[in-house]
């Protein structure tokens, strides 16, 4: 089952900041965080692991809540550079290896 | 550099032919993944594999085959092309060690099915 991704989509002006959600129904391993702009590849952002060990993006930070099966995505001061759709990915124990995508989020960063 | 290759970038076929997607990378990557991309449903997983003669069905697997002969190489086979089988199709691969990995997606495919 898909994991919930909210908002479906934002508008931002540059400088303001985002938050995506990512909700899963079932308990998680680790979420993943992409950022695809149109017409290109989806590129790695972040890795959220249960128990708290993450590796990511300088510029972009993220929490995941064991609890509720949740990650949010925070986009500070954003850029127009981070316009695009962010897809969350999870993966459900260590070793499965493959993510389940959200349906994304699209961000639009106006001047 | 390591890359990961996807031909053609652009197809157009007709209903009921069989086609093949190719997917290479270099990376020396043990796990390799399909997907498919449609407006309204994100990225699906198709087929994917962790290593050599490995393959896996994925969650939108039907109509779909895959085989891995070598760890560069993971084609993807249409066996009777349908035009609910129009979309994007991203190939991507990761090391599969560790704990923290993360994937890298070709350029995709656009496939359209007329």
């Known amino acids: 089952q898909q994991p919930v991704q909210s908002p479906q989509a934002v508008i931002l002006r540059e400088g303001e900041d985002a938050v995506i959600n990512c909700s899963s129904s079932?308990?998680?391993?680790?979420v993943h965080w992409y950022r695809q702009k149109h017409g290109e590849a989806p590129v790695f952002l972040m890795i959220?692991?249960?128990?708290?060990e993450q590796k990511g993006h300088e510029k972009i930070s993220a929490s995941f809540n064991e609890k509720k099966q949740q990650s949010s995505l925070y986009l500070t001061a954003s850029q127009l550079s981070y316009s695009g759709t962010y897809f969350c990915?999870?993966?459900?124990?260590?070793?499965?290896?493959?993510?389940?995508f959200g349906t994304g989020t699209r961000l639009t960063i106006i001047p | 550099d390591a890359e990961i290759t996807q031909s053609p970038r652009h197809k157009i076929t007709e209903t009921g032919r069989q086609v093949t997607l190719a997917c290479h990378q270099t990376?020396?990557?043990?796990?390799m993944f399909w997907y498919r991309q449609d407006l309204g449903h994100g990225l699906r997983l198709i087929h994917y594999?962790?290593?050599?003669?490995?393959?896996n069905k994925g969650e939108v697997s039907d109509g779909y085959s895959v085989s891995r002969s070598n760890t560069e190489d993971l084609p993807l086979t249409l066996e009777s092309a349908a035009s609910s089988q129009t979309s994007v199709y991203f190939c991507?691969?990761?090391?599969?060690?560790?704990?923290?990995?993360?994937?890298?997606f070709g350029p995709g495919t656009r496939l359209t099915v007329t």
């Open positions: 991507a691969s990761s090391a599969g060690t560790g704990r923290l990995y993360e994937q890298y």
């Open positions: 079932k308990a998680l391993y680790s």
């Open positions: 959220l692991l249960k128990g708290g």
């Open positions: 990915g999870t993966e459900l124990y260590f070793g499965n290896e493959k993510l389940t």
């Open positions: 990376w020396n990557h043990n796990n």
């Open positions: 594999s962790y290593g050599v003669h490995d393959t």
